[in-house]
């Protein structure tokens, strides 16, 4: 019975496969086939592009980005007793970041957060020759500075136009990411005229605060792009397929530190104006409006019954370029020199190309009409004067920014204002460090930048200039240099 069952089986199975191969389709199938269509890139509708060849910007961006090796003297206290009798320790501290060769005779920029405060600067090129470097100038506000190099016949990146670059392009980031020296990451425009807020904002090892109005506010028009930026990739060139510097890398928006889908780059058209400025002044001469302004966002639109355009005035300085020209508390501005503006961080970006005694064409809409304006712009003192950064400057490449009334009441002051960053000058010689509470400058009380200026103005050549203060520790500062 069991073999019966086996051999009827295998015969079964014998004649069904037998009636299929010989049956053959259907002569009246009803369903239609159906077959799998790939959409191609010359379909109705969808553009002829293909994936760009980065090789060439590639290999031209490399050999012109540098490695930055920073060392400085930190002050530390190895005990309780070195603090609570005022005896700090030197100790050396190294760090590193990236650079970009702009020109054949050794000119180099990169971020200010990078060389801020060193006391020797390193330059390794992609061919392993290193250099020491100096600064010609730094600007904490875009967070650039200017090396240079002695050397000749260098391979350099020439400036692109960082505001013809569009939103989904392809981009390189060139740089030395954890000294992993030249490393090249691809990714694509993802934003342009990013303004990062205190909460979002973040740069490898570094983070920095700032008003948002204040007259010395930070300039942020940043191109955000998804190509992979890390710690040491600070001051590295972002590059275009066609091998043209269109930014500066300098941040990342991270919830780590490290990189987390988003970096961020200052613009060609800004780096190039501070460039120039640092290579023939040995400051930034920066153009103010003199205005205060806020975005306008839906809410506001409706309240102030405007359009959702522009960027609104909240008020104008007294002494500036704005409001001599007519531009009024409640004024849209729509447009810098027939440039569309719609956002503070687009404003700055076209303010920021310019110097005092410029001339630029404000579009507005009061009244729901629009006005044009023509505005000369000024520095921040209220005055078209241009000068030269040398060691006479009144504030010595040194940056301050105001005390807070906690802070006074904390320390014990009543007047002080704080050294923000320490440029090249003569307050960086006598090592003063970021943070130190100014209180007296030749014992008389100082409360603003204006009030420091005013005494060291009155100082003639050769004569000293003592400051006292305090650091946030409680340690008591002074130090004395010679105009």
């Not at 490449?397 to 009334?405: I, K, L, N």
């Not at 009155?458 to 130090?479: H, L, M, T």
Request: glycine share 8%.
């Amino acid at each position: 019975m069991f073999l019966a069952s086996i051999l009827g089986g295998l015969i079964a199975v014998s004649v069904y496969t037998h009636q299929t191969d010989s049956k053959g389709p259907s002569s009246n199938e009803t369903s239609p086939s159906r077959y799998v269509h790939l959409a191609s890139l010359d379909s109705q509708g969808i553009r002829d592009v293909s994936f760009p060849d980065l090789t060439f910007a590639a290999e031209k961006a490399v050999n012109c980005v540098v490695h930055v090796k920073v060392k400085s003297m930190e002050e530390m206290y190895g005990s309780i007793f070195d603090y609570l009798y005022g005896r700090p320790q030197q100790v050396p501290r190294e760090g590193s970041g990236s650079g970009v060769i702009i020109s054949t005779d050794g000119y180099i920029v990169t971020n200010n957060h990078v060389v801020n405060g060193s006391d020797e600067i390193e330059v390794v090129l992609n061919d392993k020759r290193a250099f020491t470097a100096s600064i010609i100038g730094s600007d904490p506000y875009t967070d650039l500075a200017l090396l240079k190099i002695d050397e000749n016949n260098l391979p350099f990146l020439s400036f692109g136009d960082s505001e013809a670059t569009r939103v989904g392009e392809w981009v390189l980031a060139v740089g030395n990411p954890f000294n992993l020296m030249s490393t090249v990451t691809a990714g694509i425009v993802s934003a342009k005229g990013r303004y990062l807020s205190d909460e979002s904002q973040q740069r490898p090892r570094q983070q920095r605060s700032q008003q948002a109005q204040s007259p010395q506010q930070p300039i942020e028009s940043f191109i955000q792009t998804d190509a992979a930026v890390n710690a040491g990739n600070s001051g590295g060139a972002l590059v275009n397929i066609r091998g043209e510097l269109i930014g500066i890398n300098s941040r990342i928006y991270s919830r780590t530190g490290d990189f987390s889908g988003n970096s961020f780059a200052i613009p060609s058209t800004i780096v190039q104006k501070v460039v120039d400025d640092l290579k023939e002044f040995g400051v930034v001469h920066r153009a103010m409006l003199g205005i205060f302004m806020r975005n306008i966002d839906d809410n506001f639109a409706k309240e102030k019954d405007i359009k959702l355009e522009g960027v609104y005035v909240t008020s104008v300085t007294e002494n500036g370029g704005a409001a001599a020209a007519g531009i009024k508390e409640g004024d849209v501005i729509i447009s810098i020199n027939n440039i569309a503006v719609n956002s503070m961080a687009e404003l700055q970006e076209q303010i920021s190309k310019y110097r005092p005694n410029d001339q630029v064409n404000v579009t507005v809409t009061r009244d729901k009409k629009t006005q044009q304006f023509t505005v000369t712009l000024r520095n921040i003192e209220g005055n078209t004067q241009i000068l030269r950064g040398d060691s006479s400057d009144p504030i010595f490449g040194t940056t301050f920014e105001e005390v807070s009334q906690k802070e006074k009441k904390d320390l014990g002051i009543k007047s002080g204002v704080k050294v923000k960053e320490v440029g090249q000058g003569k307050l960086r010689d006598q090592r003063i460090r970021s943070g130190f509470i100014i209180t007296l400058v030749n014992d008389k009380p100082v409360n603003s930048v204006s009030d420091i200026r005013k005494i060291v103005d009155a100082v003639k050549s050769n004569g000293r200039i003592v400051f006292d203060g305090v650091y946030p520790n409680g340690q008591v500062g002074y130090y004395a240099i010679v105009k």
